[in-house]
């Protein structure tokens, strides 16, 4: 029977190895990772990894979220078009709860070894800036992908040496 349990461990991680290789993701040691579907086929219209590095005192210090979306055989899409959407949603939500949102135009940018777009935004409250956020996207094959990371904006200067890492650790296709 231990035999069988071995092929079918063996023929899960086969069907996982392919939806892995086009979002590979290398958290750093330490950080609280969250999967979304948990066992995401290849075909699944959208796969997440979310990451959260958690400060001494039990706050998050810095979160950050790579999504991938399927595309559809026709689909057209235009990254500029997406990011500045995002940008507007982001606006919006920030406003609802009280805040102001201040966005850069989108910049070129690489995200997993993609060419794609990117924006910074300064999230402030009352007038004081409380909240650094940016968001990334590019286009794969068959695929769009975002990354979306946060810090306050007192530690966000602190946290770039390892924003830097994880994204060095992201691989798209």
Not at 14 to 31: D, N, R, T
Not at 140 to 169: C, H, M, N, Q
């Amino acid at each position: 029977m231990s035999g069988l349990r071995s092929w079918l461990l063996l023929g899960a991680l086969l069907v996982s190895v392919p939806a892995l290789a086009e979002m590979q993701v290398i958290w750093p040691q330490g950080w609280e990772v969250s999967r979304s579907p948990v066992d995401a086929a290849v075909d699944a219209p959208v796969i997440r990894q979310r990451g959260v590095r958690v400060g001494e005192d039990g706050s998050q210090e810095l979160v950050m979220e790579v999504t991938r979306s399927r595309l559809g055989t026709v689909a057209s899409v235009n990254v500029e078009n997406v990011i500045v959407e995002m940008r507007k949603a982001l606006q919006k939500d920030f406003m609802r709860q009280g805040f102001q949102a201040a966005c850069s135009k989108p910049l070129d940018a690489k995200l997993g070894g993609l060419d794609g777009l990117e924006v910074h935004c300064g999230i402030s409250q009352n007038g004081t800036e409380v909240l650094k956020q940016t968001l990334q996207v590019a286009l794969g094959d068959g695929a769009a992908y975002s990354l979306t990371y946060a810090a306050p904006s007192g530690r966000y200067a602190d946290l770039a040496r390892e924003i830097e890492s994880v994204k060095a650790g992201i691989s798209l296709r």
